[in-house]
T-cell receptor, first 110, second 112 residues
């Protein structure tokens, strides 16, 4: 069964305190791993797609990496505006659909 | 840059009432999706349309129907609303299956 688990559920950081969010997955035939950011009252906003183990993508203070079983979203020197819920999803080779994790809610305090 | 537009943004219904949630995208995407998002449950796929003229059930289709009106528009209908359908509903679109999906800002639906 295709499954995505994100940890931790919630993370509080001080401004400038780097950390990582984890996304573990089991899927039949990975067709991409997707990271989204979701602000309160808004829809998820697409950040990155990773397709193969070893691949990395960066955007500002965010860097996403992928292995065969998990992905990490590294946040370097975060700012309060990075506070949001971060969602991970995998594309299933069985169905072609995205399977979403429950998200990690990040709070960055000044 | 409208992207994906959903209407209405908020709605309160009584049990047994019906309503249609509207979604339109201006990115010329082939595939469109309806999700619901509940606390602790993540995003769950209700229905999707891989291309104009086709629709298929997702993970939680019971109590819902959909219509792919044309390439741009994909509507979700609740025929007889139940309190268990209180949720935030998101519409999304993508160029093809398993490609990045782009989301609207949701419809917050409460059923009393």
């Amino acid at each position: 069964e295709d499954q995505v688990t994100q940890s931790p559920e919630a993370l509080r950081l001080q401004e400038g305190e780097s950390s990582s969010l984890n996304c573990s997955y089991t899927v039949s035939g990975l067709r991409g791993l997707f990271w989204y950011r979701q602000d309160p009252g808004k829809g998820p906003e697409f950040l990155f797609t990773l397709y193969s183990a070893g691949e990395e993508k960066e955007k500002e203070r965010l860097k996403a990496t992928l292995t065969k079983k998990e992905s990490f979203l590294h946040i370097t020197a975060p700012k309060p505006e990075d506070s949001a819920t971060y969602l991970c999803a995998v594309g299933s080779g069985n169905t072609g659909k995205l399977i979403f994790g429950q998200g990690t809610t990040l709070q960055v305090k000044p | 840059n409208a992207g994906v537009t959903q209407t209405p943004k908020f709605q309160v219904l009584k049990t047994g009432q019906s309503m249609t949630l509207q979604c339109a995208q201006d990115m010329n995407h082939n595939s469109m999706y309806w999700y619901r998002q509940d606390p602790g449950m993540g995003l769950r796929l209700i229905y999707y349309s891989a291309s104009e003229g086709t629709t298929d059930k997702g993970e939680v289709p019971n109590g819902y129907n959909v219509s792919r009106l044309n390439k741009r528009e994909f509507s979700l209908r609740l025929e007889s609303a139940a309190p268990s359908q209180t949720s935030v509903y998101f519409c999304a679109s993508s160029s093809l299956d398993a490609q990045p999906q782009h989301f609207g800002d949701g419809t917050r639906l409460s059923i009393l």
